[in-house]
């Protein structure tokens, strides 16, 4: 028989994301109304270790939508990561009478809230990070602020480099992952985008393409670069050695993280909280929401993380073609 839950908990782990609040948020209203108590765990696994749990109520989340961050902190913690860590976690759950737990956060955190659901915590986790890369769903809570984020950023660097006719190289976050880079530089109209999953570190493919791009008449040529492929400033000394064209580095950061969510994040966000109560009141355990098709979804956490997302080789194309 399902196991009736009286009281969950929520978190947010690893990386912050924008609409992570609008996720917690989701979860506390639903949660109330469905007649169950909520705790929040402050700073992801780390909190739940140090039993910083509180109360929320309905007031706890106001005036959280439109805010970036995560209210609730969050945190890495590799204690977590021992077995010894995990048993700790799942009877401090129990002490605090926390029968199910939501985990709004990356790949990461999802085996956090695998190991808990094998401890007897039914468990729900949120696809929370700007980087897109879990493959079971095709949003992320985060990825549409981020990427507007770096796109309107984008955009102010391109004015000057085209103004003064240079190379410019624009790191975007994405140490693994390159969505962010294959958005913008779609968006953006870039002329080159470097991706983690595919980048063979040709640079003289780069210097050609700005020669011959200077040849056709263009007046500026930009290179989004992911952050896993990194080193843009070194990048932009050799570049501008190579083909006399005037180069610049612009890394943006942090700043790809913070901010006020967008609507689709918000609405998304808010969506898959209420989403994640509903399935642990059905008694579901050990499942991610994703959207697929068009549709909320869930997955069992295992075959979850045993997807694998590649990058469209089609869409890398057209980021090409677009910018001849
Ligand atoms: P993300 O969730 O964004 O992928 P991380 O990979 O840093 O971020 O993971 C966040 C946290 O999830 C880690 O600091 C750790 O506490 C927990 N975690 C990661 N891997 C595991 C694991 N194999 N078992 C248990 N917990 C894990
Ligand atoms: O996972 C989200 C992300 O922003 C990645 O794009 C980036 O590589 C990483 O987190 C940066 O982590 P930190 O905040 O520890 O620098």
Redesign the pocket.
């Known amino acids: 028989m399902a196991k009736e839950i009286k009281t969950i908990g929520v978190l947010t782990?690893?990386?912050d994301a924008p609409g992570m609040n609008a996720a917690i948020r989701a979860v506390v209203r639903e949660a109330l109304v469905k007649g169950l108590k909520v705790k929040g765990i402050k700073r992801?696994?780390a909190g739940l270790l140090q039993e910083e749990i509180i109360d929320m109520e309905a007031r706890s989340v106001s005036d959280t939508i439109q805010r970036g961050g995560t209210i609730l902190q969050t945190?890495?913690?590799?204690e977590?990561?021992t077995e010894e860590g995990?048993k700790k976690g799942a009877e401090i759950c129990k002490k605090h009478g926390i029968d199910g737990v939501i985990v709004i956060?990356?790949?990461?955190?999802?085996?956090?809230a695998q190991?808990l659901a094998a401890l007897g915590i039914n468990t729900i986790a949120l696809p929370g990070?700007i980087d897109l890369d879990i493959a079971c769903t095709e949003y992320t809570i985060g990825f549409d602020t981020a990427v507007n984020t770096a796109m309107e950023a984008i955009d102010k660097v391109r004015d000057t480099s085209t103004s003064h006719e240079r190379c410019s190289i624009i790191e975007v976050m994405g140490r693994g992952a390159g969505y962010i880079a294959l958005w913008t530089g779609i968006a953006n109209g870039a002329e080159d985008i470097l991706l983690p999953e595919r980048y063979d570190y040709d640079e003289q493919r780069l210097v050609n393409n700005i020669i011959s791009n200077k040849k056709r008449g263009k007046q500026h040529h930009i290179i989004i670069n992911a952050e896993g492929i990194g080193h843009s400033a070194s990048m932009a000394r050799r570049i501008e050695a190579a083909t006399g064209v005037e180069t610049r580095a612009t890394i943006l950061g942090h700043m790809q993280r913070g901010g006020s969510p967008t609507c689709k994040d918000r609405v998304y966000a808010s969506i898959m909280g209420a989403l994640a109560v509903d399935l642990l009141c059905q008694g579901k355990s050990n499942r991610v929401v994703g959207y697929r098709h068009g549709d909320f979804v869930d997955f069992d956490i295992d075959e979850a993380l045993a997807m694998k997302k590649e990058i469209s080789e089609y869409q890398f194309e057209v980021c090409e073609n677009l910018s001849k």
């Open positions: 782990s690893g990386g992801g696994y945190a890495r913690c590799m977590f990561v995990q956060g990356g790949d990461g955190s999802f085996k956090g190991k990070t």
